[in-house]
C-alpha cells in the first residue's frame, strides 16, 4: 500500500491493531493537544516541532508519536 496521505496511514495503524480490540475504534491524528490533520493532509507536511508533537489517537487512547 502506497502511503502518501494521512488517509492512507491511519489505514496502516488501524490493519497493525487488527489483533486487538482497538481496530474497529476511530483512528484521529492531531499536532499539539488540539489540532486535529486532515485525511487529505500529505505524509510530507507530517513533523514534529519542539511544542508540537504529533499525537495517534485510537479511540480514547492517546499515543505521543515521535518522528525522527
Keep these: ?5 494521512v488517509a492512507n496511514l491511519v489505514e496502516i ?7 486487538e480490540k482497538s481496530s474497529d475504534k476511530v483512528v484521529t ?9 486532515s485525511s487529505e493532509t500529505s505524509v510530507d507536511e507530517l513533523y514534529n516541532t ?8 485510537v479511540g480514547k ?8
Design 61 to 68: 487512547h492517546n499515543i505521543q508519536l515521535y518522528l525522527l
Design 1 to 5: 500500500m502506497k502511503v502518501s496521505k
Design 29 to 37: 491524528l492531531r499536532r499539539g493537544e488540539s489540532q486535529v490533520i
Design 50 to 57: 519542539k511544542n508540537q508533537a504529533l499525537h495517534v489517537v
Design 13 to 19: 495503524i488501524k490493519m497493525q491493531l487488527q489483533d
